[in-house]
């Protein structure tokens, strides 16, 4: 990544990275009804650095392969946290 953007989307896409992980972390270890703002949370900070991947691409400051096979990490990961999320919406819906 060359040096101009290195400090700068690449430290808010590095931010954003530990944000998604501690949300995740966050979620993982409380009680069912509470964990949806993390997980809402974590796929919001998510779809942002999939923008500010997507620019970085676009500027030539980041190779296709390099883009191509993290595109697809993010996006598993976009899977499984809205079905993550999905779930934990029906189960607080039975619940009220």
Avoid: C
Avoid at 8 to 25: Q, R
Avoid at 72 to 94: A, F, H, T, Y
């Amino acid at each position: 990544m060359p040096k101009n953007h290195r400090y700068s989307l690449g430290e808010k896409i590095d931010k954003l990275f530990v944000d998604i992980i501690e949300a995740i972390i966050t979620a993982s270890f409380l009680q069912p009804n509470e964990k949806e703002p993390f997980v809402k949370f974590a796929i919001r900070k998510l779809d942002t650095m999939k923008i500010f991947l997507m620019i970085l691409w676009e500027t030539k400051s980041f190779d296709d392969k390099k883009y191509i096979v993290l595109s697809e990490k993010l996006n598993e990961v976009g899977r499984n946290l809205g079905g993550w999320r999905g779930k934990l919406q029906k189960e607080n819906s039975l619940k009220k």
